[in-house]
């Protein structure tokens, strides 16, 4: 009696641990989608002109494609420019006039200090959110073209 009961217990203890060994790996399988790709998945519409394998095949290859097209997710929170942006686009605006290496020193802070009060900004010499939003204009400056000339 003991046997049997040691013989159904351990076949008890086995199905429920391949049973949940395999739930896992199917959870484990799945990927995060962006929501591009899930917006996607059910907006598929039919125009009159295609026809009902067309449609199927659209249909079947849309998930496949828009799973294949996955972008990370950009950063939560405001965005958040780079040292050289900064300079850069100080730059292009007339306000800095050193270097562009990327570090926030003195000659950048007084520069950014400056363009805050050229733009009625709180002129705190930090680069923020409202000071990005007025600076970035300047991150790439329009490109002029000057008139070729021929040669004669």
Same mark, same amino acid.
């Given at each position: 009696m003991k046997r049997i009961? &040691?013989?159904?217990?351990?076949m008890i203890f086995s199905i429920y641990m391949f049973g949940c060994g395999k739930k896992q790996a199917a959870e484990?399988?799945?990927?995060?989608?962006?929501?591009? *790709?899930?917006?996607t998945l059910n907006t598929t519409t039919q125009t009159p002109a295609t026809t009902a394998t067309e449609s199927k095949t659209q249909t079947a290859?849309?998930?496949?494609? %828009? %799973?294949?097209?996955?972008?990370?997710?950009?950063? *939560?929170?405001?965005?958040k420019p780079t040292g050289i942006?900064?300079?850069? %686009?100080?730059?292009?605006a007339g306000f800095y006039t050193g270097v562009i290496d990327g570090k926030i020193g003195q000659m950048t802070k007084k520069a950014i200090e400056a363009f805050q009060k050229a733009n009625n900004l709180l002129a705190?010499?930090? &680069?923020?959110?409202?000071?990005?939003? *007025?600076?970035s204009k300047y991150l790439n400056p329009p490109t002029t073209t000057a008139p070729i000339k021929k040669k004669r």
């Open positions: 009961f &040691v013989i159904i217990s351990v484990e399988e799945q990927q995060p989608m962006s929501m591009e *790709a899930l917006s290859q849309t998930p496949l494609a %828009a %799973a294949a097209k996955l972008e990370p997710l950009p950063p *939560a929170g405001p965005y942006e900064i300079q850069t %686009a100080l730059k292009n705190d010499g930090k &680069v923020g959110p409202k000071t990005w939003a *007025a600076l």
